[in-house]
């Protein structure tokens, strides 16, 4: 797949929408540990309205329109702190890209810059403070990379979801400094982080979705 259309984009939130649903009790776990164990939920209710959103608003709305309806829609559905950031994320995404009639690789790239941003902004972190951005950030570096050497789709999302791997590994060595996991400390060294673990779920998917050329 060299790009992703409006009809595409309505299925990825489906396939989004599956995988939230089959992660659901691994992230309630992963998130209990440190945290208040809502996330799985979170997420699951999210990606499932989003998905009912975006298939009734239907592909003649674009790219644009139909982010900026998934994210309106979170933000609605799953008013927690995980929800909120996930609703900024690709509410600025939809700005990032208006007036694009599919997604290729570098407003693939734009996309993931402005959701790290607005991600960022949003939650007052920065790098290495164990959170989302911790992902978010490897993801909107990869992918510009790519646009700048004229990477196709399929090969500059592949590339981004190995450095978004790399990057959640990484975070099971730093120590929470946000939310409820910061009140653990040193406990939460050893763990990789229940929100960047989203991250890395939603940009391995988009490229698993790309390569599959459906």
Do not use: N
């Not at 979170?42 to 990606?47: I, L």
């Not at 007036?99 to 996309?111: I, K, M, P, Q």
């Not at 090969?155 to 409820?180: C, F, I, P, V, Y």
């Not at 673990?197 to 490229?207: D, S």
Request: hydrophobic share 50%; aromatic share 6%.
């Amino acid at each position: 797949m060299d790009a992703i259309k409006a009809s595409d984009l309505i299925r990825l939130f489906e396939t989004w929408k599956s995988l939230f649903a089959e992660q659901r009790d691994f992230l309630i776990s992963l998130d209990g540990k440190v945290g208040d164990s809502d996330l799985g939920i979170t997420m699951s209710k999210a990606f499932a309205a989003a998905a009912e959103a975006v298939a009734v608003e239907g592909e003649a709305a674009g790219i644009s329109k139909l982010l900026r309806t998934a994210g309106a829609t979170m933000a609605r559905t799953a008013p927690s702190t995980m929800g909120t950031l996930t609703a900024t994320g690709f509410l600025r995404a939809s700005k990032a890209t208006e007036g694009a009639d599919v997604l290729r690789t570098g407003e693939a790239a734009g996309f993931w810059r402005a959701f790290r941003d607005g991600v960022a902004e949003r939650g007052k972190a920065k790098l290495g403070d164990k959170t989302l951005l911790d992902v978010l950030d490897p993801i909107a570096v990869a992918l510009e990379t790519a646009a700048g050497s004229g990477e196709p789709l399929a090969k500059a999302l592949a590339a981004a979801a190995d450095a978004s791997e790399r990057a959640l590994e990484a975070t099971k060595s730093m120590l929470a400094q946000h939310g409820k996991a910061a009140a653990f400390q040193e406990k939460t060294i050893g763990l990789q982080d229940a929100g960047a673990t989203v991250g890395y779920f939603l940009i391995k998917t988009m490229a698993e979705f790309a390569a599959s050329d459906r």
